[in-house]
């Protein structure tokens, strides 16, 4: 009788189970679809801007920073929310945002009536879009897989991302080449349709209860900021990432007008160079789970964080023709080892947080993380109209040391695993 009703409770947890995996993999189309679109248009518009517009290296650098001022406007509210709101009609609503907004480049520019400031309240619209629907996808992750499957589901959805940087980049560089900038942005707009789709097939996911009267938004806000910065191990991990993403907004601002103006290379071959970031992120995502199980999860984010600064110093030594490969070995290291930092802190604080805190603990941790890409951005297009974009370049190098320098001040340094 007992082996009756085992096999029976069985049989009822496996319809569950084929469900949660069905429901990621449609998660993961999702994410993809939108990441595809992302890769292309992370070169597309900077490139509309060079091309077409003529925009100075300052001038693109508000394109970047743009982007990512969004975070810094929202960041915080963000996760209560996605506390409050139904996450799934969120996310669908997000995708259709962007993707109309989007939308309005090629249209503007078939009108000839494209502008700069058209470019940047874009790239701010669809960044406000992306802080509410980045912080969902996060909350979203550990409701449809088990604690133990997070680190190689995150690996997965890493890797994915960087398939996409990998090929995204180098599709938009080809499309620029054939169709033009504007016309080319018509592929993101169709993958955030794609991504509403998707997201719109999976189940509802329900918010863990409050307890007593409803708070308000402020005293929401505080407790999950409190959490983030009074954490021994989630506080430094925080400032390291916001050390990091300051010279990622750098970089990102510095490169197209680099490769195209400093180095002469034609678009496709700028979206190649720029694919390079996708190719380490690829390798790095897929070696994570290796480097955590041999090295412990602490020591693992330690010696990424130490080996990115080696591979940052190259990039500036670039030149033409063969001497692009630096480039190219540069951006490919620098985010390989940026992803393995990126896939053990996420993980940790999917793990480590509880449910009710985790949207407003990610959205604090991207507001101040992601939040100094924008000055990283605007810090490196002044430099480089002061000095030039090469020095501006090297000055991004020195900085990415911040990053191991905060981890191994802090009581990480002495752990194996974070705990």
């Known amino acids: 009788m007992t082996t009756a009703v085992q096999g029976r409770e069985e049989k009822e947890k496996q319809p569950d189970s084929r469900s949660r995996v069905a429901a990621f993999w449609r998660y993961w189309g999702a994410s993809t679809a939108s990441g595809i679109g992302d890769a292309v248009t992370a070169v597309a518009l900077p490139l509309l801007a060079v091309l077409v517009l003529h925009a100075s290296a300052f001038e693109v650098s508000l394109i970047t920073a743009a982007s990512f001022a969004s975070w810094l406007l929202i960041g915080l509210p963000a996760g209560v929310l996605v506390h409050r709101l139904p996450m799934r009609g969120t996310q669908v609503a997000m995708d259709l945002v962007r993707a109309a907004a989007v939308a309005s480049v090629p249209v503007a520019a078939t009108l000839g009536v494209l502008t700069l400031p058209h470019l940047i309240a874009v790239a701010l619209v669809v960044g406000l879009a992306s802080v509410v629907f980045d912080v969902g996808n996060s909350t979203f992750l550990p409701s449809i897989v088990s604690k133990e499957e997070l680190t190689s589901r995150n690996s997965l959805t890493s890797g994915t991302r960087a398939a996409t940087q990998l090929g995204g980049p180098s599709l938009g560089g080809v499309l620029v080449q054939l169709l033009g900038a504007a016309t080319s942005i018509v592929v993101d707009a169709v993958s955030y349709l794609v991504s509403a789709a998707l997201m719109g097939s999976l189940p509802q996911v329900a918010h863990p209860a409050q307890e007593g009267p409803r708070r308000g938004m402020g005293e929401m806000v505080r407790e999950g900021w409190r959490y983030v910065t009074r954490h021994p191990v989630i506080g430094p991990c925080a400032a390291d990432a916001t050390a990091v993403n300051f010279v990622c907004g750098g970089l990102m601002a510095l490169t197209p007008v680099f490769l195209v103006r400093t180095l002469d290379a034609p678009p496709a071959l700028v979206g190649i160079l720029i694919a390079t970031d996708g190719l380490g992120t690829l390798v790095?995502?897929?070696?994570?789970?290796?480097?955590?199980?041999?090295?412990?999860?602490?020591?693992?984010?330690?010696?990424?964080?130490?080996?990115?600064?080696?591979?940052?110093?190259?990039?500036?030594?670039?030149?033409?023709?063969?001497?692009?490969?630096?480039?190219?070995?540069?951006?490919?290291?620098?985010?390989?080892?940026?992803?393995?930092?990126?896939?053990?802190?996420?993980?940790?604080?999917?793990?480590?947080?509880?449910?009710?805190?985790?949207?407003?603990?990610?959205?604090?941790?991207?507001?101040?993380?992601?939040?100094?890409?924008?000055?990283?951005?605007?810090?490196?297009?002044?430099?480089?109209?002061?000095?030039?974009?090469?020095?501006?370049?090297?000055?991004?190098?020195?900085?990415?040391?911040?990053?191991?320098?905060?981890?191994?001040?802090?009581p990480i340094r002495r752990m194996r695993e974070l705990a």
Do not use: D, K
């Open 284 to 410: 790095g995502a897929a070696l994570t789970p290796r480097i955590v199980a041999r090295l412990g999860s602490g020591r693992a984010l330690c010696w990424a964080a130490a080996v990115s600064p080696c591979f940052a110093a190259l990039m500036p030594l670039s030149g033409h023709s063969v001497a692009l490969g630096l480039f190219a070995l540069g951006n490919a290291g620098f985010a390989g080892a940026v992803v393995v930092t990126s896939i053990v802190t996420r993980t940790y604080r999917q793990t480590a947080t509880p449910p009710e805190l985790l949207p407003r603990v990610m959205a604090t941790v991207r507001f101040i993380s992601w939040g100094a890409i924008p000055f990283g951005a605007l810090a490196a297009g002044g430099a480089a109209a002061l000095w030039g974009t090469r020095v501006s370049f090297a000055l991004m190098a020195v900085l990415s040391t911040v990053s191991p320098a905060i981890l191994l001040a802090s």
